[in-house]
């Protein structure tokens, strides 16, 4: 099978980026978006106004409000709309799609209630067993400049990552392979957390030497998290884990990043969040890994500080004492030489 047509489902940032680096690689692209006056605007102005304001999109980007219309015949399908819609959207999906279309989850986050990862709801949803997921520090902004960037697609189906990655290539955009789908979206769901603690601790004055340790070990937490789940722990060593960990632990264009800033600031979370232009997944997947970690006995002292601030109103001391008190285990807990439990 060789990719012609790839629909784009979610106008936000990412979802535009990424229609708009395969448009530059010669397939004809179609994005849906649900307003329709966002629709109107980006084929009239091939702009994005909303959320990428300035950035041109190629001509060969056609945007759409009509789902049928976006995925009827494509290829491939990128997913790229919030946990919280994720389902909704691939069930209206499933009867309008080609049986051998590929699926591939742009989405870092979690559903509430089930915990089910957004490979998962594909699979369960469509029972198509040509799915990815696509994961990196890839902050949308700096795509836009043309800033290289790296990005990993994971699948159990080698043929599935190639034409991923035949899509995607480009002079500035890379995309490496990974055959651990879970471990590379847990990395890409879980470092949004940590994003919001790293812009906490920027907030109230703390240095290089905090933000190393907090992204360090957040790195163990993740791998920890993971392997409770069958992951792989060297795959969080990657893109999807340290990678993602450094670029939104460190960079204001990270929207989970600019909350933690803001709630160091003494503002409201709730007044934070509704003011963002974009869903901020972090907030949303916080309880969930708690809750999670606590029924499978992961010790997560970090996600336990940053859950006692956003619900119990303790300060961002907590999260560091959290980190501090904790027993003084290994500083790296998943060594190649050494067996795991």
């Known amino acids: 099978m060789s990719v012609k047509n790839v629909a784009v489902l979610g106008g936000g940032s990412f979802g535009t980026v990424i229609a708009n680096i395969i448009a530059h690689n010669g397939h004809k692209t179609l994005l849906w978006m649900r307003d329709i006056e966002q629709v109107n605007s980006l084929n009239k102005l091939h702009e994005n106004v909303t959320y990428l304001p300035g950035?041109?999109?190629?001509?060969?980007?056609?945007?759409?409000?009509?789902?049928?219309?976006?995925?009827k015949g494509v290829d491939l399908i990128f997913v790229a709309v919030p946990s919280s819609s994720f389902r909704e959207v691939v069930r209206q999906m499933k009867p309008l799609v080609n049986e051998d279309v590929i699926l591939v989850s742009l989405t870092k986050g979690i559903e509430a209630r089930t915990f089910a990862l957004m490979s998962q709801i594909l699979e369960e949803?469509?029972?198509?067993?040509?799915?990815?997921?696509?994961?990196?520090?890839?902050?949308?902004?700096e795509i836009t400049a043309s800033s290289p960037t790296g990005a990993v697609v994971a699948s159990a189906d080698p043929a599935v990552v190639n034409e991923v990655q035949n899509v995607l290539r480009s002079d500035s955009f890379r995309v490496y392979a990974n055959s651990d789908m879970l471990g590379v979206e847990l990395g890409g769901s879980l470092k949004n957390i940590y994003a919001i603690i790293a812009g906490l601790a920027e907030a109230v004055g703390m240095g290089h030497n905090t933000n190393a340790m907090l992204v360090t070990r957040s790195l163990t937490e993740m791998a920890r998290f993971g392997v409770a789940f069958g992951a792989d722990p060297m795959t969080f060593l990657g893109l999807s884990g340290v990678g993602d960990l450094i670029a939104t632990c460190s960079s204001p264009l990270s929207r989970n990043f600019r909350i933690g800033k803001a709630l160091g600031e003494g503002k409201d979370i709730d007044l934070v969040i509704s003011e963002m232009d974009q869903v901020a997944e972090g907030v949303n997947t916080l309880k969930q890994v708690k809750d999670k970690a606590d029924a499978l006995g992961v010790q997560m002292p970090l996600v336990n500080g940053l859950y006692e601030i956003v619900y119990n109103n303790q300060t961002v001391d907590h999260?560091?004492?959290?980190?501090?008190?904790e027993e003084q285990g290994l500083d790296v807990e998943y060594a190649a030489d050494r067996p795991q439990a």
């Not at 980007?61 to 995925?71: G, N």
């Not at 198509?128 to 902004?141: C, D, E, H, T, W």
């Open 55 to 71: 950035y041109k999109v190629h001509e060969d980007v056609v945007a759409t409000s009509d789902l049928e219309e976006a995925v």
């Open 125 to 141: 949803e469509t029972n198509n067993p040509r799915i990815a997921v696509l994961s990196g520090p890839n902050l949308a902004k």
């Open 319 to 325: 999260i560091i004492r959290s980190l501090m008190l």
